[in-house]
């Protein structure tokens, strides 16, 4: 199967792109199982430190502990299958996946010997350091992982090194629209994404009615919403982009490749999300846009702008759930 090159997918939309390279059925449902796979042990891992309605809903069916094994369980054998049968792109991603879950138990070795004391809402500059060391603990183990499964499998599949460098923003291309013209990713960023931040800032604030805004109490708190975001951006992007996306390209193409990495991230979300992010569609919608920030990543070949990105979403929403009502 050929991949659409990042050349290639400047001229189309994150639609458009759709069924252009032929990944056929099979690999769509694979690449769905594999994430699947990875929300369940994620939410599942997750769950009993902080519990959510989705977790709850899984306990319902089976102990937590039991999900998150069985769910590694089954990437670790779909990759051991895989490499056996000679399909290294299928190994790739499905030892991915189970080293995203694995990389949770180091993740919880941190958590429990050196707990980061943060408080949400946060307090002050002390408190943003404090969660950006969370986030340095949910990543860190994570990417460790997931760099030497990359190590492992690059030879075999040609992935290259990872592109997390600052890429080149300057390249043309379309995102949602298949009918606008070609604009580069930095006036993507600086006049319609900012333009995007403003409004969901806006929207983010209606459910807790503008509290944090008319009480004053988000000013003073801004360096820290600032710094919380940083380190959430940062550290989502170099698991999620950075990691997750080369490896479903590879097997999936870039269209099956950047959609299911985006409905991944999104539904990664459901219900371990704050506010409204814990609803299911404000999640699909998540998800979508996500689409359109691996496909930045993709043609950029960075993180740089997807981080930047993030970080503007994640001061909207932060604004709003992380300092006092």
Known sequence: MRIL??????????????????????????????????????????????????????????????VYWTSLAAAVVIALIAVVAGRWALGWVAATVAGYLGGFQLMGLLFLHFPPAFEIPLTGEGSALRFALARLWFAGPIAVVLLVVWLLFAERTGAGSPAFGFGNWLVRSRDVN?????????????????????????????????????????????PAVLIAAAANATAEEVVYRGFFQPAFIRYGGAAAGLWMQGLFFGIIHWGLGVGVLAALPVSLAIGVGSVVWGKAAY?????????????????AIMAAYFVPH
């Open 5 to 66: 090159t990042e050349e290639e997918t400047r001229e189309h939309s994150i639609f458009t792109m759709l069924g252009l390279e032929g990944a056929g059925t099979a690999r769509w449902v694979m690449l769905a199982v594999l994430a699947v796979l990875a929300w369940l042990g994620g939410v599942a891992a997750i769950g009993p430190y902080r519990p959510t309605d989705v977790s709850r809903m899984l306990a319902e069916f089976a102990p937590l502990d039991q």
């Open 178 to 222: 298949v009918a606008e013209p070609l604009e580069s990713w930095v006036r993507k960023l600086f006049v319609g994404f900012v333009i995007f931040s403003a409004v969901l800032f806006v929207f983010i604030q209606m459910p807790v009615g503008f509290a944090p805004i008319m009480s004053g109490s988000l000013w003073p708190l801004l």
């Open 299 to 315: 043609e950029t070949r960075g993180l740089a702008w997807t981080i930047a990105a993030h970080f503007l979403v994640d001061v």
